[in-house]
Each structure stands twice: as C-alpha cells, then as structure tokens.
C-alpha cells in the first residue's frame, strides 16, 4: 500500500503552459512534503519542500500547494520549459525517530512541448 | 567534492548469487540511506543509516544487508540475488532530513 499517491502518471504541457502535479498522503503524522526533480540517467535532485503550517510555498517558477485538511499538496511549474522534461516525485516523512523514513510517490513524467 | 559516488554503474548477476553495491560520500554527512527504483513504483527505502554504527530497516529491506562503519561508506549487500532485485538502486546521503543528495545510480539486472 503506497504511503503517498501521486498522479498523473505522465503530463504533457506546452512551453508557456502551467504544469500540475497532485500527491495525496493518508498518514497525519507526515510533516515534511519535498519534491524531487529527476533527468534521465541521473539520480533526483531536491526541487522544493513544504512544511503543513504554511499552505504555499514559491521558488521562482515552482509553487507547492499545501492543503492540511485534505491531506493533499501539489507542484505547481509555472512558464513551463523544455528543460524542465524530467520524471518528478512527491515525497513525505513523519516527526520523530522516523524522520529520515520517506515514502516517495510513484513518479510523473513531464514533457514540455516546444 | 565527488558527493555522493555510487559503484559499479551496471551489474549483471546470476540468480544466487552475492554482490555488494558501494556508496561513498565526501561530506561528511551524518544520514544515508538506500533506494530502490522501479518502474511505477517510485523510490523505495531498502534501509538507512543516522549514524556510523547505526542502522535501521526501510520498507523493502528482505534480502539486502547494509553495515555502516565510517561516516563515508554505507554499501549495500545483497545476499542471494533474486530476479525481483533487478532495479536501479540510489544511495543517498544528508547533514539532516531536508538536503539529501543522491548518486548517480547502479542499474542491478539479476538473470
């Protein structure tokens, strides 16, 4: 059973076009929300990651969606790009002893048309 | 810095047998940790580490054996291998939960 779900599994944009990517989580002990970029052949790369006390967070074009109640959060890539085509995963991890346990979500391809 | 250097980058392996995957990082990080990478199933913990000497189980660890002696080294074992162990593995390190860097990577096909 996945501990974070994320979806679509594969999304084509336009340059220009804004990119959604939703994740979905059950465990409310999750506290730690980052999102990892990854190019072919190379291992993920931390893009950004979210904190359930603020509900957005922005780094330049890509914005996390936080919404605590719905156990939900989402990446948002504004002004697509080419070189943004990557595969990008959502993750989670809870407090405590556990706290370098994460659960990634099974991944979206990205395909930026030029 | 190299970061975080995984070898070998390719493996072939004969159903049974042992081999172990090396992971090394030249930051002096505290966290490390192994995944496993499979198509449709995102990256899954096979196990990390807090700490030289301290080690802890992930969510797939059957099957794999890690020890973590130095801050430097953490590799990965796998005892016997099993066609179901054909995946790409990443090693990953961290001075805490909210930087990781991963390797580049090691693609384990088990025939």
Not at chain 1, 16 to 44: L, M, R, V
Not at chain 1, 73 to 92: K, N, R, V
Request: aromatic fraction near 12%; hydrophobic fraction near 30%; charged fraction near 15%.
């Amino acid at each position: 059973q996945q501990q974070v779900k994320q979806s679509p599994q594969s999304l084509i944009v336009q340059k220009g076009g804004i990119s959604i990517i939703n994740c979905a989580y059950e465990n409310t002990a999750f506290d730690y929300f980052p999102w990892y970029q990854q190019f072919p052949g190379k291992g993920p790369a931390l893009l950004i990651a979210i904190r359930p006390d603020v509900s957005e967070k922005k780094e330049g074009r890509f914005t996390i969606s936080f919404n605590k109640s719905a156990k939900q959060f989402s990446l948002h890539i504004m002004d697509s790009q080419p070189g943004d085509s990557a595969t990008y995963f959502c993750a989670a991890s809870s407090r405590g002893y556990n706290f370098n346990k994460f659960y990634f979500g099974s991944g979206t391809k990205l395909n930026v048309k030029p | 810095n190299a970061g975080v250097t995984q070898t070998p980058k390719f493996q072939v392996l004969k159903t049974g047998q042992s081999m172990t995957l090396q992971c090394a990082q030249d930051m002096n990080h505290e966290y490390m940790s192994w995944y496993r990478q499979d198509p449709g199933m995102g990256l899954r913990l096979i196990h990390y580490s807090v700490g030289a000497g301290i080690t802890d189980q992930g969510e797939v660890p059957n099957g794999y054996n890690v020890s973590r002696s130095t801050t430097e080294d953490f590799p990965l074992r796998l005892l016997s291998a099993a066609p179901s162990q054909t995946s790409v593995y990443f090693c990953a390190s961290s001075y805490s939960r909210e930087g990781y860097t991963f390797g580049s990577g090691t693609r384990l096909t088990v025939v």
